[in-house]
T-cell receptor, first 117, second 114 residues
Framework: EPEVTQTPSHQVTQMGQEVILRCVPI?????FYWYRQILGQKVEFLVS????????KSEIFDDQFSVERPDGSNFTLKIRSTKLEDSAMYFC???????????????FGPGTRLTVL | KNQVEQSPQSLIILEGKNCTLQ??????????LRWYKQDTGRGPVSLTI?????NTKSNGRYTATLDADTKQSSLHITASQLSDSASYIC?????????????FGTGTRLTVIP
């Protein structure tokens, strides 16, 4: 069964460093998402991406964050200068389509645990 | 404001017992409601999905109910197993295409003990 994959599973970095989190969405999906979950808190939406551009972003997704689909398979989240409060699980998700009556279920990857020291 | 609230925050039950988790939401316009199971350190996995017209949906030992009038949902777990220990998250979708349309609850942390 196709699934969303993410690498690395755990990333440790020093404050101020850049990190790139990678995701491979399900191959025929068209919509891609990043979420984060700070330990003990709810999952929070960061950004959605369609047709090679951001379709929506939350207030969390500031200038330090960027997303890219560099090739036909990968979807990346870059944090330019990490802060301590960026420590969290980052989940990638993808969905097939956006039809209101269609299957817009988002399938989640296993997550990347980012630890900023 | 679109919100999803869950209760209890955590729950400990004996193996073999049943339990019920609650979810209240204010998301509008409503599209569907899903219950996810999230094992520690893993991504959420969908258990059930219900649209406005559905009152109940089962998936093995999991049974979800939905009252769209009161905007409440429950997840009932029958004959719990140790592997049911996880966080259970209620997620409500806006009737909105493309961009973010999911609102997550804080989850209920279920621990099943032998």
């Amino acid at each position: 069964e196709p699934e969303v994959t993410q690498t690395p599973s755990h990333q440790v970095t020093q404050m101020g460093q850049e990190v790139i989190l990678r995701c491979v969405p399900i191959s025929n999906h068209l919509y891609f998402y990043w979420y984060r979950q700070i330990l003990g808190q709810k999952v929070e939406f960061l950004v959605s991406f369609y047709n090679n551009e951001i379709s929506e972003k939350s207030e969390i997704f500031d200038d330090q964050f960027s997303v890219e689909r560099p090739d036909g398979s990968n979807f990346t989240l870059k944090i330019r200068s990490t802060k301590l409060e960026d420590s969290a699980m980052y989940f990638c998700a993808s969905s097939l389509n956006s039809r209101r009556t269609g299957n817009n279920e988002q399938f989640f990857g296993p997550g990347t645990r980012l630890t900023v020291l | 404001k679109n919100q999803v609230e869950q209760s209890p925050q955590s729950l400990i039950i004996l193996e073999g017992k049943n339990c019920t988790l609650q979810c209240n939401y204010t998301v509008s316009p409503f599209s569907n409601l899903r219950w996810y199971k999230q094992d520690t350190g893993r991504g959420p996995v969908s258990l059930t999905i219900m649209t406005f017209s559905e009152n109940t949906k089962s998936n093995g030992r999991y049974t979800a109910t939905l009252d769209a009038d009161t905007k409440q949902s429950s997840l009932h777990i029958t004959a719990s197993q140790l592997s049911d220990s996880a966080s259970y998250i209620c997620v409500v979708s806006l009737d909105q295409t493309g961009a973010n349309n999911l609102f997550f609850g804080t989850g209920t942390r279920l621990t099943v003990i032998p």
